[in-house]
Nanobody, 116 residues
Framework: QVQLVESGGGLVQPGGSLRLSCAGS????????GTWYRQAPGKERELVAK????????DYGASVKGRFTISRDNEKNILYLQMYSLKPEDTAVYYC?????????WGQGTQVTVSS
């Protein structure tokens, strides 16, 4: 059974940093890749960062490129999102996503609030 459990969200001041984690079970991030999305109140869900399977590369949304870094721990099967230089507009619920065996799987989300 595929499960995704996010953690690491919280309240941070503008300019600060946070690292989100997504623990996966029932599949491998190394084989299937993984993606971070976010959704702010009243807005559509948007792609933040994507880690492709094996070493095929990464991709980032335009609004976070250069500030966020996606990575994974293959041994622990954890997907990370390191966020730097956070801005109030980064405030959202962040979700971990994987497509496995033809189905979409989402985590429960973790709230990130950037405010002074």
């Amino acid at each position: 059974q595929v499960q995704l459990v996010e953690s690491g969200g919280g309240l941070v001041q503008p300019g600060g940093s946070l690292r989100l984690s997504c623990a996966g079970s029932g599949f491998s991030f190394w084989i299937y890749g993984g993606t971070w999305y976010r959704q702010a109140p009243g807005k559509e869900r948007e792609l933040v960062a994507k880690e492709s399977p094996t070493n095929l590369g990464t991709d980032y949304g335009a609004s976070v490129k250069g500030r966020f870094t996606i990575s994974r721990d293959n041994e622990k099967n954890i997907l990370y999102l390191q966020m730097y230089s956070l801005k109030p507009e980064d405030t959202a619920v962040y979700y971990c996503y994987v497509r496995w065996s033809g189905r979409d799987y989402w985590g429960q989300g973790t709230q990130v609030t950037v405010s002074s």
